[in-house]
């Protein structure tokens, strides 16, 4: 053995500064990988989102990250337009209950928070759809005059409620959407991690 070997010069390793810009190059790379891997699954970007009100409860809860679906991607029995409703369920259910969660874009605006409500049945343009709702959750309306979003108008489309809420997204003084119409929709909610979707609410609230 030679006097020269032994171990490596401290020399010969990158400085600190440099092994850490790797690092997180590295890791950055690695989030990157995951997050095209994901919507290329899932055809839907972003395809997770943070819940941040319990109108999904028990269901789904607020600080959950819910991995979300293109709709038609894998759609149901009995779907229409890729979202099958509590109405059409047959048997099929989503987070224990009939009918898919589908996210959508209220009254399409792409200005506001995308909610996350069950897909309860579809209406068809100029439909009364009065005596198909459940009168529980109509808000007191008595018949259709008293609804606001009744006759459906624009074409039709979902009725929808969120699980924990007292009454449809359409109903009420202040509906929060029309029917959701079927380019409305963004994807079908397909799976949950409790309290994962607290870190990417922790990061809006910080910004």
């Not at 028990?58 to 029995?77: C, S, T, W």
């Not at 100029?126 to 609804?147: K, Q």
């Not at 606001?148 to 929060?176: H, L, M, R, W």
Request: some cysteine.
């Amino acid at each position: 053995m030679s006097g020269d070997d032994g171990p490596p010069s401290s020399d010969d390793e990158p400085p600190q500064f440099v092994q850490y810009g790797l690092d997180i190059v590295g890791s950055a790379g690695a989030v990157i990988l995951v997050g095209l891997l994901l919507f290329t699954v899932s055809g839907v970007w972003p395809p997770l989102v943070a819940i941040e009100s319990p109108s999904m409860d028990p269901q789904i809860q607020k600080g959950d990250l819910v991995f979300v679906m293109e709709e038609e991607r894998f759609a149901g029995a009995n779907d229409r337009y890729g979202v099958v409703t509590a109405a059409d369920a047959n048997g099929y259910t989503k987070f224990q209950r009939p009918g898919d969660v589908i996210v959508f874009q209220p009254d399409g605006s792409d200005r506001r928070t995308p909610i996350i409500h069950r897909a309860m049945f579809y209406v068809e343009d100029g439909e009364n759809w009065y005596s198909r709702a459940d009168p529980d959750h109509l808000g007191g309306a008595d018949n259709c005059e008293e609804l606001a979003n009744c006759p459906a108008e624009d074409g039709g489309g979902f009725i929808t409620k969120g699980d924990n809420n007292n009454q449809y997204d359409q109903v009420g003084s202040e509906p929060i959407s029309e029917p959701v119409e079927p380019e409305w929709v963004i994807g079908t909610a397909e799976y949950r991690v409790p309290l994962l979707g607290e870190i990417r609410l922790g990061w809006n609230q910080a910004a």
